[in-house]
């Protein structure tokens, strides 16, 4: 078909972003490869989850709960919240993604710190908005000062990241409470605290505790980290329900589906056997920092379930070799600055730190 010389034109800041590049998926025919790279769990679903979605399944061409009726008190109520004061999405992803179609527009700013999670930018940039990302400091930690002297008349909504995606350090409670004592009561803004339930650090930030004392802060979590949902797609965000109702209004019809709720609210349930699952990624964790520290890595504190490699110019070098190792792991690298790493099951961590000495 001859293509007509003029074409519907996306809107500038959307033709602006980059185009979608499909992730590492290791080479057919190869040995299969440990994937490290998108931070998930290394466990299957529990037995009751995977029951659950099966039965949903059941009934699929049924829509679903539109309102995630249950699944809002069930959040509400593990939070010590109202029902009013959760937004569900389909993965926190989206949830954020209602957050800035909400509150931010053209000419509006949106500050986040920079390296930090990939999807703030995007965001921001797909609700018209302009992002404002604030260096972190040397060791990944965010630059709250910074961030601070970044708002301006025009910042509508300030995202944080604790722990930090991809650098690993938690927000502690003092810094956090410093900067909110700055920032005016009219901007938004949104503690994305995906990785909560995998942080060690005793002064960290107490997401849901801070929310009683400023109206102006959500909170965002997931059920793709800790209790292993991937693959389902559901996250949410929580505060004060006048905040929570415009981000609702954005909300996709459907956008949770059934299998989703449910699992979500299974998981809920079963939250002290996924946390054992947690401590062990912690152990984990810690055992890989200890090893990496060993092989000469300034791997910065690592709060999530995750480990942050600064490769620097090296970076792509690296991650090529351990995809090519003996035994393949792929990660996440971030070209001239460094690798993102995951934390597995024991053995695929053996994995990458016999490639990561194969290959120094
Ligand atoms: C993984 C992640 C999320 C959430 O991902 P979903 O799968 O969409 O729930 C949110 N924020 C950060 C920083 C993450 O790393």
Redesign the pocket.
């Known amino acids: 078909m001859d293509r007509p010389a003029s074409l519907p034109v996306p809107r500038p800041a959307v033709a602006a972003l980059p185009r979608y590049v499909p992730g590492a998926r290791g080479s057919a025919g190869g040995p299969p490869p440990v994937k490290l790279s998108s931070?998930e769990s290394p466990y299957p679903p529990l037995p009751s989850v995977a029951q659950a979605v099966a039965a949903a399944g059941e009934v699929a061409h049924r829509y679903p709960d539109m309102f995630a009726v249950e699944l809002h008190e069930r959040i509400g109520s593990f939070l010590g919240l109202s029902a009013e004061s959760v937004a569900v999405g389909g993965?926190?992803?989206?949830a954020?993604h209602h957050v800035l179609q909400a509150y931010a527009a053209a000419g509006d700013e949106v500050i986040f710190a920079w390296r930090s999670?990939e999807?703030y930018p995007i965001l921001t940039q797909v609700a018209g908005a302009t992002a404002v990302p604030v260096p972190l400091l040397a060791d990944g930690r965010h630059d709250l000062d910074a961030m601070a002297a970044a708002i301006t008349d025009a910042t509508t909504v300030i995202l944080l990241?604790s722990p930090n995606?991809p650098t690993g350090p938690a927000l502690r409670s003092t810094e956090v409470e410093d900067f909110l004592a700055k920032v005016p009561s009219r901007v938004l803004v949104v503690l994305?605290e995906?990785?909560v339930e995998f942080v060690r650090d005793p002064e960290v930030i107490d997401g849901r505790a801070a929310l009683d004392r400023h109206p102006n802060l959500l909170i965002?979590r997931?059920?793709?980290?800790a209790y292993g949902l991937?693959g389902l797609?559901v996250?949410y965000v929580a505060g004060d329900p006048e905040l929570i109702a415009p981000v609702r209004s954005c909300v996709t019809p459907f956008s949770v589906s059934a299998p989703a709720q449910t699992a979500a609210i299974v998981s809920l349930e079963a939250r002290d056997e996924l946390l054992e699952r947690v401590e062990s990624v912690v152990t984990e964790r810690v055992r890989v920092a200890d090893a990496l520290a060993g092989l000469g890595w300034n791997v910065p504190d690592a709060q999530g379930n995750f480990v942050w490699l600064p490769a620097g110019e090296r970076t792509a070098e690296i991650a090529a070799a351990l995809a090519d190792a003996e035994r393949p792991v792929l990660v996440r690298p971030f070209a001239g600055e460094g690798i993102r790493v995951t934390i597995g099951a024991p053995e695929e961590n053996d994995a990458l730190l016999a490639a990561l000495r194969e290959w120094a």
């Open positions: 931070n993965g926190s992803v989206a954020l999670f999807a990241c995606n994305d995906a990785y965002a997931t059920f793709s980290k991937a797609r996250g």
